[in-house]
């Protein structure tokens, strides 16, 4: 399964430049974080991948540091579901 372009971090600004190999690393760890996410709570990806890309390309706006965005973005859905369980 692919991960769409929207939740792959692209930075702009020359001086933040990320190789190929940390897109790779960053869009992998989107994915895991979307399995893990869909296994804990069990949900289908198909619910969570949206509700995923849609809290990353929040997060991404105002970001400045990304290599913990999975991790926020990860919280931010779990509290999604939790909420919307109720």
């Not at 979307?34 to 709570?41: G, M, N, Q, R």
């Not at 990806?45 to 991790?71: C, D, K, M, N, W």
């Amino acid at each position: 399964m692919d991960i769409p372009a929207m939740i792959k971090v692209e930075v702009n600004t020359a001086s933040n430049m990320k190789s190929p190999q940390e897109g790779a690393r960053d869009a992998a760890r989107h994915k895991a974080a979307i399995d893990a996410l869909a296994v804990e709570t069990h949900q289908p990806i198909e619910r969570i991948q949206p509700q995923y890309e849609q809290v990353v390309q929040r997060l991404q706006q105002g970001a400045t540091v990304y290599e913990f965005l999975s991790v926020c973005a990860l919280r931010n859905v779990r509290q999604i579901l939790r909420k919307s369980q109720r």
